[in-house]
C-alpha cells in the first residue's frame, strides 16, 4: 500500500490518499491518539509513526474539513449560541460555538474571556463566514450576549433563556468526550485547529440513527463516505459481492 500518493492533495507523500485519509478518519472519528491510531494501521500491514500521523491530521484535517463545509446545503436561520470551558495548560479558556436548528455546526472559537468584546468578536466572525443574519438569535442568560446583540445585529429576533439553548449545549459533548481522551488540550492554536476541523469530520460521520431503519442508515451512510472519498481523492472501500 505504499507509493507515491495519487491524490491531489496527497501529491509527493510516501503514501497513498487511502491511508492518509483513513489516518484522519480514525483520528477524527473516534476518541483514538496517534499511537492508537499507528497501532490499527499497523494491524492492516501498514507502517507509519505517530508522529507522522499527527502531521497529517494537522496538514490534511482542515482541509478535508474545509471541503465538508462546502458540500453541506444551506444552513438553518437559526442560530443557538453557547460557551464552554476548557482548560489549555491549566490555563481556563472559554470556547464559543454556534449550531444552527438542525445541529449544524456554523463556527467554534477559542478566547480567554468570556465578556462583551468576546460576544462581539465570535458574533463579528460568525456573520462574516455565514454571509448573512439569522431569522432568530437564541442563547442563554449571559449578559455578554445581549451587548454584542445590540450591537452587532439589533434587527434580530434574540431569545435568552437557559432552556431554550439545549441544541448548542449537546453540541459540546462530543469536545467533552474528545477532551478527556486526549488527556488534557496543550496549546490554544492547535486546540483551536483541531476542534475547528473535528466539528466538521465528526458530525458528517453522525447521522441520526434512532430515526432511520437498518437500511436506511446504510444508504446514508455509503453516501456519506462516498463524500469523504470523493474530497479526500480516495477510491471506495471494497464492498461484499
Not at 434574540?158 to 459533548?173: C, I, M, P, V, Y
Amino acid at each position: 500500500m505504499e507509493g507515491a500518493g495519487d491524490g491531489p492533495s496527497c501529491k509527493g507523500f510516501r503514501f497513498l490518499a487511502e491511508v492518509i485519509s483513513h489516518a484522519v478518519w480514525l483520528y477524527h472519528r473516534f476518541p483514538l491518539s496517534f499511537r492508537e491510531v499507528e497501532e490499527l494501521l499497523l494491524a492492516r500491514g501498514i507502517t507509519v509513526s505517530h508522529e507522522a500521523i499527527r502531521r497529517w491530521c494537522d496538514r490534511f484535517g482542515p482541509r478535508y474539513a474545509a471541503a465538508l463545509r462546502r458540500r453541506r446545503s444551506q444552513v438553518g436561520d437559526k442560530w443557538h449560541l453557547d460557551e464552554v470551558f476548557l482548560k489549555i495548560s491549566g490555563v481556563r479558556h472559554h470556547l464559543w460555538r454556534a449550531v444552527d436548528q438542525d445541529g449544524a455546526v456554523l463556527d467554534i472559537l477559542l478566547q480567554s474571556k468570556r465578556d462583551a468584546k468576546s460576544a462581539k468578536r465570535f458574533m463579528a466572525r460568525l456573520m462574516k463566514k455565514q454571509r448573512r443574519t439569522p431569522r432568530v438569535l437564541v442563547t442563554d442568560e449571559l449578559r455578554s450576549y445581549g451587548v454584542a446583540h445590540r450591537g452587532s445585529m439589533s434587527s434580530v429576533d434574540h431569545r435568552s433563556h437557559k432552556g431554550l439553548n439545549n441544541r448548542a449545549e449537546n453540541a459540546h459533548q462530543p469536545t467533552r468526550h474528545r477532551e478527556r481522551a486526549m488527556k488534557g488540550l496543550r496549546t490554544v492554536g492547535g486546540t483551536q485547529r483541531f476542534l475547528s476541523a473535528f466539528s466538521q469530520i465528526s458530525p458528517h460521520f453522525r447521522s441520526r440513527r434512532h430515526r432511520m431503519t437498518a437500511t436506511g442508515y446504510r444508504t446514508e451512510m455509503r453516501h456519506r463516505f462516498g463524500t469523504w472519498n470523493e474530497i479526500t481523492g480516495s477510491t471506495a472501500m471494497p464492498t461484499e459481492a
